[in-house]
């Protein structure tokens, strides 16, 4: 009779969070030398990933853990944004307050929606989600107080300690803290027992609550959690990325579908994935428009959604749990010791 030892945690495995935090930490340094000349459009650029990588952390924690599939989150990232800014240009609230009502806004409904759709499971769920982000876009659309088509003008900029980060490298930093910020704590979220927990839910929720988790409550808190986030992404892109202008183009039902692809990209699983999907997805939104851009063609949309399709269709086949995971396995083969 044989004894099977513990196999010892592979290196890998065991740093990859300090060494993707640490190329994070040297890559936004050396974005400043990119940052001048032609390539300062990468400065906006890199705002808007670090926006998209808030909204796609709630959104891995939601789907990728807990396997609740939701196409409204575009819903919640406009709720925070508008809230913020009503509050701050048509009621004259000062920002922290317009911030804090913006983040309880999209607290309250995620809280109401999740209370009312999560007895809903798959397709049935996603289905009710669409639904929610249609109804916000709808209204914003619409509504005199929120400028309907024309939207929003003269926003007012965040503060930081009284200073304007004005300068658009100041942005990034600022934008990029707030996300290594709540990468980590989402990181430290799933490998502690609710995120045990939620892992168990997403395996088998019956088993889950036969042994104890309470499914439903459980869900619930992720899915306030992931509108939170999305909230708070709303109210960085209003307050920070907007130039003064703020307009209901950005939270269109596509913007759902690709929040959707992002997550699926970089790893339904992973945190971490969750970042590089963001990246990687807006990376190529930009690289597709530039191109179009070289050889003059102006709808470059409808290449941009076959691409995107593409994309998707061989991360499925070559490695369905996402990006990272594949690339982490791709780097464990490497570093393994060839035999003779």
């Known amino acids: ?182 990468i980590l704590w989402a990181v430290h979220l799933s490998e502690s027992p609710v995120g045990r927990a939620l892992r168990a839910i997403h395996g088998d929720e019956v088993a889950a609550a036969s042994l104890g988790v309470n499914t439903f409550a459980t869900k619930l808190k992720v899915f306030v959690i992931s509108g939170v986030l999305a909230a708070l992404a709303g109210v960085l892109y209003a307050f920070v990325y907007a130039d003064s202008y703020l307009g209901p183009e950005e939270f269109n039902l596509m913007f759902s579908v690709q929040l959707l692809i992002m997550v699926v990209i970089g790893g339904l699983g992973s945190v971490w994935g969750g970042l590089a999907g963001a990246v990687v997805l807006t990376g190529m939104h930009e690289l597709i428009t530039l191109v179009g851009e070289k050889c003059g063609s102006t709808d470059m949309a409808k290449y941009e959604q076959l691409i995107f399709g593409l994309i998707l269709v061989l991360i499925v086949i070559f490695s369905r749990d996402g990006l990272i995971p594949g690339v982490r396995r791709g780097l464990a083969r490497l570093m393994q010791p060839r035999r003779c």
């Open 1 to 182: 009779m044989t004894s099977s030892l513990p196999q010892p945690i592979s290196p890998l495995r065991l740093y990859r969070g300090p060494l993707l935090l640490l190329v994070l930490i040297i890559l936004l340094p050396l974005l400043t030398l990119l940052a001048h000349g032609r390539y300062g459009y990468l400065l906006p650029l890199a705002q808007l990933c670090g926006i998209y990588a808030i909204i796609v952390t709630g959104l891995t924690l939601l789907m990728g853990f807990t396997g609740q599939v939701s196409l409204g989150h575009a819903g919640f990232y406009a709720l925070g944004a508008y809230t913020a800014a009503v509050a701050a240009t048509r009621c004259s609230a000062p920002l922290w307050l317009a911030i804090l009502l913006a983040l309880c806004a999209g607290a309250l409904v995620s809280f109401l929606t999740g209370y009312s759709l999560l007895r809903l499971t798959g397709h049935y769920l996603a289905l009710a989600t669409l639904c929610l982000g249609i109804i916000i876009y709808g209204l914003i659309n619409n509504l005199e107080i929120t400028g309907a088509a024309a939207g929003l003008t003269d926003l007012p900029q965040w503060k930081v300690f009284g200073l304007l980060p004005g300068h658009p490298l100041a942005k990034v930093y600022f934008i990029w803290g707030i996300v290594l910020l709540v």
